[in-house]
């Protein structure tokens, strides 16, 4: 099993930046791929970005890739998201996943409560 918790979330201003952390426990050197998601109020949980656990690879969503950066740290076993340029679309609740095979979109195993994020215009 594999905990996922997630930090970092919080309101912030259009034009701002916020760094989103995921702390992961347990058996964690079975983690192959992290992925950071989003579910805004009404819609359906979209992917934002993928990493590799070895952070070799990396997958963006166009909504983003010119505006956040996945990375991970094996040592922290902490996988962080960060977001510039924020913009009000970019408010939901962001979940952190895991997944124990090499995966991009789908197919993920473990998921976080998720953390809020807030842009006001």
């Known amino acids: 099993q594999v905990q996922l918790v997630e930090s970092g979330g919080g309101l912030v201003q259009a034009g701002g930046s916020l760094r989103l952390s995921c702390a992961a426990s347990g058996r964690t050197s079975n983690i192959y791929t992290m992925g950071w998601f989003r579910q805004a109020p009404g819609k359906e949980r979209e992917f934002v970005a993928g990493?590799?656990?070895?952070?070799?690879?990396?997958y963006y969503a166009d909504s983003v890739k010119d505006r956040c950066t996945i990375s991970r740290d094996n040592g922290k076993n902490t996988a962080y998201l960060q977001m510039n340029s924020l913009k009000p679309d970019d408010t939901a609740v962001y979940y952190c996943?895991?997944?124990?095979?090499?995966?991009?979109?789908?197919?993920?195993?473990?998921w976080g409560q998720g953390t809020q994020v807030t842009v006001s215009s």
């Open positions: 990493i590799t656990w070895s952070g070799s690879t990396t």
């Open positions: 996943a895991a997944s124990l095979r090499s995966v991009v979109i789908s197919g993920y195993d473990y």
